[in-house]
């Protein structure tokens, strides 16, 4: 998985907890990027990062935050967790944008009971 | 709007047999594309990209996708398929979006290859 970690790798947490995701790369590429899969939608982004501290929103950003205080180290954090954000959730980086392929992290199994 | 269309939820083939799995795009510009596989509880790997030139793109473990411009079309295809070739197949558009590019994928296709 292109020495990108993520973890929890799965978590269960109660709705209306914070919870924060972390990913890590050891590939010193510039762009992050939050993902959830659900059946039937794919991958929807929830946000991504084109450098340190630089964060836009992605289709699905409502009830998550992202913080990038390091090149290798990405946060989503869900600021009031609900059932509706249980989902997979993948990182992924790319070196650039337009013709670039992503590579993905192994993902976060999350469940909001 | 720019999407990527999936129009099958499973292909079911025979090992040995030829497999398709489909996938129609549309996007302003022109189109990056890409095919990505999905095994269980992995996270998705990149198989082939079609970024311009020659309409027929060969990728990872003997894949190939042809890219069909006046159809708006990008199908994976594979001479002979493995039982090991079973997964989620995923098609993405890269879209020009505000000031960046965005990969837009597809709602997945399952790919059964039985014995």
């Known amino acids: 998985d292109a020495g990108i970690t993520q973890s929890p790798r799965h978590k269960v947490t109660e709705t209306g907890t914070p919870v924060t995701l972390r990913c890590h790369q050891t590939e010193n590429h510039r762009y992050m990027y939050w993902y959830r899969q659900d059946p039937g939608h794919g991958l929807r982004l929830i946000h991504y990062s084109y450098g340190v501290k630089d964060t836009d929103k992605g289709e699905v950003s409502d009830g998550y935050s992202v913080s990038r205080s390091k090149t290798e180290d990405f946060l989503l954090t869900l600021e009031s967790a609900t059932s509706s954000q249980t989902s997979v959730y993948f990182c992924?980086?790319?070196?650039?944008?337009?013709?670039?392929?992503?590579?993905f992290g192994p993902g976060t199994r999350l469940t909001v009971t | 709007a720019q999407s990527v269309a999936q129009p099958e939820d499973q292909v079911n083939v025979a090992e040995g047999n030829p497999l398709t799995v489909k996938c129609t795009y549309s996007v302003s510009g022109n189109p990056y594309l890409f095919w990505y596989v999905q095994y269980p509880n992995r996270g998705l790997q990149f198989l082939l990209k079609?970024?311009?030139?020659?309409?027929l793109v060969k990728g990872s473990y003997g894949f190939e996708a042809e890219f069909n411009k006046s159809q708006t079309s990008f199908h994976l295809k594979k001479p002979s398929a493995l039982v090991s070739d079973s997964a989620l197949y995923f098609c993405a558009v890269s879209a020009r979006m505000d000031s960046s590019y965005k990969l837009i994928f597809g709602s997945g296709t399952r790919l059964l290859v039985r014995p």
């Open positions: 079609y970024i311009t030139g020659d309409n």
């Open positions: 992924a980086i790319s070196g650039q944008t337009s013709n670039y392929e992503q590579y």
